[in-house]
């Protein structure tokens, strides 16, 4: 697998249940926020994204959270299954082409 | 319709050796952007490019040029190689990189070891 995941904090949920992965972003001033998903050996793809006059929004068994009072910025997985097993990290974005990106936690999914 | 493609997958290289990474893209985006991945670390943005003729620094810049003589390749190339650069790269495409990152496509990566 990618040596990238060796220092990353690990979140294992029995499959079924709800994940929670949390961020903590760095700048008051970013505006724009994304979620990836990162398999092994793959590129990060885009789960969802929160622009910050917004506190919540959905997607397809994804749910992200807005708190900008705490800097805080949550991923809700609905009913995990096998295929949610990744890394997920979190972005924020305050200027053009300026993203900062998380360290991101590891998913695992136990049968 | 391939997306975003890289080369090589992997790559060894000998400290002070050259070589370019390669990228593509065939959904005609104006923005392409190379980024490093370390362990502990975030993605890190490299050098980018608005369209065909225009490139510009990241946040690390060093040790690394880029050209984008076409809309469609975006190739980074690596001097004089060294310990340092050993990293996963990836390349990412949009129309825009401005707050539409569900339009942003990652390549699947080359790994460079540099010893």
Redesign the interface.
């Known amino acids: 697998g990618e040596s990238v995941g060796l220092h990353l904090p690990t979140l294992s949920v029995q499959e079924g249940d709800n994940s929670i992965i949390n961020c903590a972003y760095s700048n008051s001033a970013s505006d724009y926020f994304i979620w990836y998903k990162q398999e092994s050996g793959k590129g990060p793809q885009f789960i969802i994204d929160i622009r910050s006059n917004m506190d919540k929004r959905q997607g397809q068994r994804v749910t992200v959270l807005l708190n900008k009072t705490v800097k805080h910025l949550s991923l809700q997985i609905a009913a995990t299954q096998p295929g949610d097993s990744a890394v997920y990290f979190c972005a924020e974005m305050h200027s053009a082409y300026k993203y900062i990106f998380g360290t991101g936690t590891r998913l695992k999914v136990l049968a | 319709n391939a997306g ?1 493609t890289q080369t090589p997958k992997f790559q060894v290289l000998k400290t002070g050796q050259s070589m370019t990474l390669q990228c593509a893209q065939d959904m005609n985006h104006e923005y392409m ?1 190379w980024y490093r ?9 490299i050098h ?1 490019s608005v369209g065909a003729g225009i490139t ?1 620094q ?1 946040e690390v810049p060093n040790g690394y040029n880029v050209s984008r003589s076409t809309t469609e390749d975006f190739p980074l190339r690596l001097l004089s190689a060294a310990p340092s650069q050993t990293s ?1 790269y ?1 390349c ?1 495409s949009s129309w825009t ?3 539409a ?2 339009t ?1 496509y ?4 080359t790994r460079l070891l540099v010893l």
């Open positions: 975003v952007s991945q370390d362990p502990g670390m975030g993605l890190r943005l980018y510009d990241g996963v990836f990412a990189p401005d707050r990152a569900e942003q990652f390549g699947p990566g």
